[in-house]
């Protein structure tokens, strides 16, 4: 199973709103990622955990909190965004082993719109 | 640092042409790793193929297939006799490990195709 999901799927939040995105992994990945994709661009990296630990903050602003409770769980809240926060927000996992690379397994993201 | 370059923003083809999409990257690393992903209009990623930099190997899946030639720094992917449902954005990554484990990778902007029936 290679299955990535993310919930919800679609949120509209306002600037004064706080909200939780949400991602899920049973492949026993070690670490996961969160990426935010504008349209007609690649994703860019947010946030890396590994073994549960924050190992790459990519100088998000800090209105964005990334979370995981545990090793299959990642969460991101959101609180004050900006309109230019609007994106896809993408959630992957990935094997984590010494120095080695390994394909990062993407879900279907969450579109976010910030009214 | 690391750069990956997709040169074709672009292309459209017709149903059963074969068709390749560029590749060419830039480190200083000797281990690195290239990816190639495909995202389809409904907005997830699919994982294509891994290649480490020790292994040279062409490798085909079907009706894909991928050329590594270290001499130009590049790894180009085909698609023979393509399908409508190829249509889809293709991204081109480059990794090198971190070493608190996991990777961080660099994308090329990405070549939209689009397979005409």
């Known amino acids: 199973d290679t299955e990535v999901t993310q919930t919800p799927k679609h949120l509209v939040m306002g600037m004064t709103n706080k909200k939780s995105l949400k991602c899920e992994q049973h492949?026993?990945?070690?670490?996961m990622y969160w990426y935010k994709q504008k349209a007609k661009k690649p994703p860019e990296l947010m946030f890396v955990?590994?073994?549960?630990?924050?190992?790459i903050n990519e100088s998000v602003p800090s209105r964005f909190s990334p979370e995981c409770p545990n090793s299959s769980l990642l969460n991101l809240h959101l609180h004050a965004l900006q309109p230019e926060d609007s994106a896809l927000y993408l959630c992957?996992?990935?094997?984590?082993?010494?120095?080695?690379?390994?394909?990062?397994?993407f879900g279907p993201g969450t579109r976010l719109t910030v009214t | 640092a690391q750069k990956v370059t997709q040169a074709q923003t672009e292309i459209s083809v017709v149903e059963k042409e074969d068709v390749t999409l560029d590749c060419v990257y830039e480190?200083?690393?000797?281990?690195?790793?290239l990816f190639w992903y495909k995202q389809p209009p409904s907005g997830e990623l699919v994982f294509l193929i891994r290649?480490?930099?020790?292994?040279?190997q062409n490798e085909i899946s079907g009706r894909y297939s991928w050329n590594f030639q270290k001499s130009t720094s590049s790894f180009n992917f085909t698609i023979t006799a393509s399908q409508v449902v190829d249509s889809a954005v293709y991204f081109c990554?480059?990794?090198?490990?971190?070493?608190?484990?996991?990777?961080?990778?660099?994308f090329g902007e990405g070549t939209q195709l689009t397979v005409n029936p």
């Open positions: 992957a996992s990935s094997q984590a082993y010494g120095f080695s690379s390994y394909e990062q397994y």
């Open positions: 492949m026993g990945h070690r670490a």
């Open positions: 955990y590994s073994y549960e630990k924050l190992s």
């Open positions: 480190t200083r690393d000797t281990t690195y790793y």
């Open positions: 290649r480490n930099s020790f292994d040279e």
């Open positions: 990554a480059l990794s090198v490990g971190l070493e608190t484990s996991g990777s961080r990778l660099t």
